[in-house]
């Protein structure tokens, strides 16, 4: 049984909707199921740009693959301009698509301005508790006894590492045949603390400043893994999920961010996520998953410390003090 001939161009016709559909809704619906977010994650328009132009150059190969392929395409198209198909029906097709496509041109390059559906408040915390306004990062002001524990572990060389790091390390020593496990940490505080521990007489500051770069050094490692995809690797919001978000990722690096907000408030941000947010953050909610299921206390206190140092930002102190 002979092929119909218009078969080709609208199985073409069917791909380029079928593959639209997939992006547009297919992509952020399957998000939903995989993330478990109230929300989808939505596919930049660049990116369906992209999309939708290897699909329509892979349709032209495939199209203009023979002779045979190219007039099978074009059959129907030229039945179409003959009037084959009547003259009704060509007249309204070559007066629906130009509007169509004029509608389509004009919607995309309009200048639109929409008012807010309600104040937004880019650091809104009205449920903010008031306890946490005076918390203090535990690894940024370690005690007396936390360096001594410290030092003790360093001098039998059993520092202990978060879970998330301890087995690339535990590799890491054995391929390279270390003396120390902190030689992992290639810092000049920490070079300076084993220095005076293979001398035997360590200062308090020396041990401080390696203690601070053991601290960075997981805290780093969390921000990667579970930060840096939107907030990207120096902190300035250009992550390579950014551009997926209705709002980008903040920039730390700037100065009206992470550094005109207490401690308390950004580990309060970080634990309850776009989820915890009060009223005033819509219409643009934050996509921050709710950190807290999945990371302890002490390993938010690390991302934050890390986060601050990679930005090159100081919290600001609260008023009390």
Known sequence: ???????????????????????????????????????????PGTLMFIYMLLTVIALFLLVTFSEEHLEDFLYPVRRFLRGEYGGVTRAVGLAVVPLL???????????????????RIQHPSSNFPKKNETLKNPFANTTDA?????????????????????????????????GHMLEAIATAPVRAFLQELEAGSIS????????????LFEGRALYSMNCRPCHGDSTAGDGPMAD?????????????????IVEGYTFWRVSNGGPGLPTEATPWDSAMPVWKLNLTEEERWK???????????????PESH
Not at 205 to 211: E, I, S, V, Y
Request: glycine share 4%; charged share 25%.
């Open 101 to 119: 496509v004029g509608w389509q041109v004009y919607d995309v390059t309009v200048p639109k301005m929409e008012q807010p559906l309600s104040l």
């Open 244 to 260: 997926g978000f209705k709002l980008r990722p903040i920039n730390f690096t700037d100065n009206g961010t992470i550094e005109t």
């Open 146 to 178: 936390e360096i001594d524990a410290f030092v003790e572990q360093a001098r039998v060389n059993d520092i202990g590492f978060i879970p998330q790091v301890q087995p690339d390390l535990d590799s890491w020593a054995e391929y390279s045949e270390a």
């Open 1 to 43: 049984m002979k092929k119909p001939r218009t078969r080709r161009f609208w199985s073409v016709v069917l791909t380029l909707l079928v593959v639209y559909a997939l992006i547009r809704w297919g992509i952020p619906a399957l998000s939903r199921e995989i993330t478990d977010l109230p929300f989808p994650l939505t596919v």
């Open 204 to 215: 308090r500051d020396t041990a401080r400043a390696a203690l601070m770069e053991k601290n």
């Open 303 to 317: 991302i934050i410390l890390a986060e601050y140092d990679l930005a090159q930002k100081t919290p600001r102190i």
